[in-house]
């Protein structure tokens, strides 16, 4: 991760601040860095004739945005600049993330450009970088990426010619159908419990799609911030203390549960049926559960199903290092074993792959389906968790209830000039008990307790986050942590 005032470069995109440092020409050349990218011999050799290519030759990009007013002006900018490089652009318009994930499979494309900057505040954008194989970038193509578009125009680029621009507006049905054909997922039950849904899409992406899903699922839907016109309401990360109105909206309609969406639709978060926030962490919790229970016929939703006959292989489920404990919890009583990977849905999305992973995802509400796509999909998460509803026939408080409960703390604090490396060896000389894992920042486990310490990539800040049987437990590690930061 680097920074140059605001705008942040990671190795799947850059984002910054609309009209400060995230301008129509930045997006012009880091969508023309991403084309030549896209185009040159080094991506994979003859993966353009293969799978990405279209007429004449020309790789093949897919483009899609959220919500946000910024994004027009940058997919005009991002067009103009892919086009310009010899690209052919296929736009799906407004759709949320994981759709043009899928797109850029169906297309065989030889990439996908998504104009979001998800969770982040509304001042906010960013493009991320889809490769050929719907997962976002990894370090090394990252890397080459940003150094086409710093370079800027090789001698001769001007001699290519012209790409051409197409519309998809398929994308989000063919995403729906998808999810609708999911191995496993039995709709015939979700729809016998015909349960009311509250939603709020927080006037992002999700409202494309979500509340056609739930219908589709037999759901009495009741929403708010259905509108895609990018004004978020609130804040638009999913997290407990900004879905009081989500809340609200569950008691006053009695609803079974609350589905809150982030603006690209890749993260899901549950109020249950009393109006509490029940944390992102359970959202792939519940999705373990649903799908594994199916796998191995093991104990789902905290229900005993009795011995289980030993598998030849357990299930692998991945997470990243900063998944609740809630998570670990599901996969073992499924019979499961966890694989933990740096933040980031890169880097699961991979760590699934290598595995033959079952299920996996993050705890900020993001469920990977690898039997769909490998990328983190809020459509998949809420046919899961209805799922898990409808077949334990529990409400979500008592599948929460059924399961050991933690507490889990997150504070964050300005990266500055910290020196992260001299605050690793401090924090782990102050816990010299726990077992370390330095794969990204630093986590410090042990025996229902765990805290990890890391820079963010999506802000300029330092994350700290603590989790243990009980809140005060929670805070002072974290605490702990802030003091030697500070």
């Known amino acids: 991760m680097t920074h140059t005032g605001t705008l ?19 997006v012009a050349r880091w969508a023309a860095g991403f084309g030549r990218w896209a185009g040159s011999r080094e991506q994979a050799g003859s993966r353009e004739q293969e799978a990405g290519s279209r007429s004449g030759g020309r790789p093949t990009i897919v483009l899609g945005r959220d919500s946000r007013e910024s994004g027009p002006l940058f ?32 297309h065989h494309a030889a990439g996908g450009i998504v104009i979001t900057a998800s969770h982040n505040p509304v001042e906010w954008n ?11 970038l990894d370090a090394k193509d990252g890397t080459r990426v940003h150094q086409l578009a710093e370079a800027g125009p090789p001698p001769g680029e001007e001699r290519r010619g012209k790409g051409e621009t197409q519309q998809d507006d398929r994308a989000i049905q063919r995403h729906l159908d998808a999810v609708l054909r999911l191995p496993g997922i039995d709709l015939a039950a ?27 699922l037999g759901c009495r839907v009741v929403a708010i911030n259905l509108e895609t016109d990018g004004r978020f309401p609130r804040p638009p990360e999913p997290v407990a203390e900004n879905l009081g109105d989500l809340a609200e909206l569950v008691r006053k309609s009695g609803a079974a549960l609350g589905i809150a969406i982030d603006p690209d639709a890749d993260r899901l978060a549950i109020v249950d049926e009393t109006g509490a926030a029940i944390g992102e962490d359970y959202t792939l919790a519940f999705a373990v559960r649903a799908v594994l229970d199916g796998q191995t016929g093991r104990r789902a939703a905290g229900q005993d199903a009795g011995p289980v ?68 999909d809020a459509p998949v998460a809420a046919a899961w968790v209805l799922h898990l509803l409808a077949h334990a026939g529990r409400r979500v408080s008592q599948v929460v209830a059924a399961a050991p409960r933690y507490a889990i703390v997150k504070v964050k604090a300005a990266r500055g000039d910290i020196a992260l490396a001299a605050l690793y060896t401090a924090v782990q000389k102050a816990f010299p008990d726990a077992t370390p894992d ?49």
């Open 126 to 136: 960013a493009l991320k970088f889809v490769g050929p194989d719907g997962l976002f």
């Open 309 to 376: 006959r030993p598998s030849a292989r357990p299930p692998i489920v991945v997470c990243n290092l900063s998944t609740s404990l809630v998570v670990e919890d599901a996969a073992r009583d499924c019979g499961a074993t966890v694989v933990r990977t740096p933040v980031g849905e890169a880097h699961v999305a991979r760590a699934m792959r290598a595995h033959g992973a079952a299920i996996g995802g993050e705890g900020n509400g993001g469920v990977i389906d690898p039997r769909l796509h490998l990328g983190r």
């Open 8 to 26: 942040m470069v990671s190795v799947s995109g850059v984002r910054g601040i609309v009209g400060k440092d995230l301008t129509p020409d930045v």
């Open 190 to 216: 979700i729809r016998r419990r015909g349960l009311t849904v509250a939603l709020d899409t927080c006037r992002g992406a999700g409202g494309t799609i979500i509340p056609t899903l739930l219908e589709r």
């Open 438 to 486: 330095t794969q990204d920042g630093l986590r410090l486990a042990w025996p229902a307790r765990w805290v990890h310490v890391r820079p963010s990539g999506t802000e300029p800040v330092v994350r700290v986050i603590a989790e243990a049987k009980t809140k005060p437990e929670a805070q002072s590690l974290a605490d702990s942590v802030l003091k030697l930061l500070r």
């Open 75 to 106: 997919a005009q900018a991002a067009v103009a600049a892919l086009t310009g490089v010899g690209c052919d652009v296929i736009d799906c318009g407004l759709v949320p993330t994981p759709t043009v994930q899928l797109a850029v499979e169906h």
